[in-house]
């Protein structure tokens, strides 16, 4: 495996279920990111990761539980969503976190529908 | 004010023409600068960073960045049919971890 990759691809939830997001880098990066990209909307930063800790939560719902295991790792975890968290959640890393020349990459997304 | 600013297009050119996109920012104190390409249904690719004022060149990818202006421009030549996707701008917010994207412009390069 090379660059980010996600899992599942595509996933249908109804409000009531519970289920996790999965991202891994392969790129010896320090930093991840989760971000929302709904239609008509510019993508939207929900969760930075820099070394393991948590450096910015922008204001998610408690519904969003992220969770990063390690550097390599990067979970979202769902629980109780509303129809309109319907979106394509997509994962990024970089070199590090802290605001400078870091290049961001980004995996192929998991689209999201909530019945 | 939005932080990045991007007109939504679509912007049309004929093949082999020079597409330009431009982007504004806010922030003055911005350092760092990005342009991604998106297909439909596709996630964003990395096309160009640039850092400093000037030009910046990679193949038929030349970025602009005029701090003084606060905007930064892609300029595409010899465009293709295949160059048709979404382009968004991306900037650092100064002192945090944040990337902040525009709402990009979609070319269409008319063959």
């Known amino acids: 495996e090379t660059g980010v990759t996600q899992t599942p691809r595509h996933l249908v939830m109804g409000m009531t279920n519970k289920k996790s997001l999965k991202c891994e880098q392969h790129l010896g990066h320090n930093a991840m990111y989760w971000y929302k990209q709904s239609a008509k909307k510019p993508l939207e930063l929900m969760f930075v990761y820099n070394f393991k800790e948590q450096t910015e939560n922008n204001s998610v719902p408690s519904r969003f539980s992220p969770e990063c295991p390690n550097s390599s790792h990067l979970f979202l975890h769902l629980h109780t969503l509303q129809p309109e968290d319907s979106a394509l959640y997509l994962c990024?890393?970089?070199?590090?976190?802290?605001?400078?020349?870091?290049?961001?990459?980004f995996g192929p997304g998991t689209r999201l529908t909530v019945l | 004010q939005k932080e990045v600013e991007q007109n939504s297009g679509p912007l049309s050119v004929p093949e082999g023409a020079i597409a330009s996109l431009n982007c504004t920012y806010s922030d003055r104190g911005s350092q760092s600068f990005f342009w991604y390409r998106q297909y439909s249904g596709k996630s964003p690719e990395l096309i160009m960073s640039i850092y400093s004022n000037g030009d910046k060149e990679d193949g038929r990818f030349t970025a602009q960045l005029n701090k003084a202006s606060q905007y930064v421009s892609l300029l595409i030549r010899d465009s293709q049919p295949s160059d048709s996707a979404t382009y968004l701008c991306a900037v650092i917010k100064p002192g945090t971890y944040k990337y902040i994207f525009g709402t990009g412009t979609r070319l269409k390069v008319l063959a």
């Open positions: 990024a890393s970089s070199q590090e976190g802290l605001a400078g020349h870091n290049e961001q990459f």
